[in-house]
């Protein structure tokens, strides 16, 4: 399994948000409270349906426990916030670099992909985990635990430090070479 990288520009979106951890796992009763009411926002810009993790720090697999909270988002990308229907929120998603899989197969098998990407691919490539939302695209193939289930899981990264101690600068100006001969 190989992603793809793509450059993110900002995105807008409108949905709902609940407070889990994946041993307090509430994604059921998230997504049972969006569905019902997404056809409500009027200016979606796509029918694609975005699951958002937001962290509040940089997701450490070595050090991930799965007691730690979360806010996780049900959510559609809007072409503007003018119209946000009630009980819902406005999510701004940063733009950036992220590391795209796609996924086949039912949600309650995902556990080997996470454990993939995060235990063997991350740490082989060129990238670190960067600190904004992690999330998925669901778009018409996604068929809800379905094996036969379609989804893209986007990973935000950054490029690894070539260097990981702090390099010393030298002054090369005219000034600091004055009386020096080289």
Request: charged content about 25%; glycine content about 4%; some cysteine.
């Amino acid at each position: 399994m190989h992603p793809r990288i793509e450059q993110v520009p900002e995105k807008k979106l409108v949905g709902k948000r609940l407070k889990m951890s994946l041993t307090n796992d509430k994604t059921g009763e998230l997504w049972r409270s969006f569905m019902p009411r997404r056809k409500e926002i009027s200016n979606a810009v796509t029918t694609d349906l975005f699951c958002l993790q937001v962290y509040e720090k940089p997701l450490d697999y070595s050090t991930f426990n799965p007691v730690t909270e979360f806010e996780k988002w049900a959510a559609v990308e809007v072409a503007d916030f003018e119209t946000i229907p009630a009980e819902m929120e406005a999510f701004t998603l940063p733009g950036g670099l992220y590391a795209v899989f796609r996924y086949q197969g039912a949600s309650s098998e995902f556990a080997d992909t996470f454990h993939f990407i995060f235990g063997d691919w991350l740490p082989n490539s060129e990238y670190v985990v960067d600190n904004r939302p992690h999330f998925e695209i669901m778009g018409y193939n996604y068929k809800n635990n379905d094996p036969a289930s379609e989804e893209e899981i986007w990973v935000p990264i950054k490029p690894k430090e070539e260097h990981q101690f702090p390099v010393p600068l030298i002054d090369v100006t005219p000034a600091s070479r004055a009386g020096r001969s080289f």
